[in-house]
């Protein structure tokens, strides 16, 4: 089976951080183009940030612009991405996606249609 398995969500303070990861079971990360997506309670899934395969260009959704980061760990079959400044709007099932075909070979989009393998998510809330 091919999917991905994120980790690292959990309960965080307003202006608190949190790293989540992203690996890989049935296939290599490095040769993927990544997309972070999230599902708030009530309300439709939205991109969050992507990275590509080749030279590791990054796209963020404005709403997370200039708090998170995301990257990639090759060695280690790992994408991470870095959340500070959390805010309660913030919180969310986090979905770590991976594709390679068409568009995603040589760049990300932040369209979840284009990404084939999808892992269970993993859960943030930012509350005091």
């Known amino acids: 089976q091919v999917y991905t398995v994120e980790s690292g969500g959990g309960l965080v303070q307003p202006g608190g951080s949190l790293r989540l990861s992203c690996a890989a079971s049935g296939f290599t990360l490095d040769d993927h183009a990544i997309g972070w997506f999230r599902q708030a309670p009530g309300k439709e899934r939205e991109a969050v940030s992507c990275i590509s395969s080749g030279d590791g260009s990054t796209y963020y959704a404005d709403s997370v612009k200039g708090r998170f980061t995301i990257s990639r760990d090759n060695a280690k079959n790992t994408v991470y991405l870095q959340m500070n400044s959390l805010k309660p709007e913030d919180t969310a099932v986090y979905y770590c996606?991976?594709?390679?075909?068409?568009?995603?070979?040589?760049?990300?989009?932040?369209?979840?249609?284009?990404?084939?393998?999808w892992g269970q998510g993993t859960q943030v809330t930012v509350s005091s």
């Open positions: 996606a991976a594709g390679a075909r068409g568009i995603l070979s040589s760049v990300c989009v932040l369209f979840e249609y284009e990404y084939d393998y």
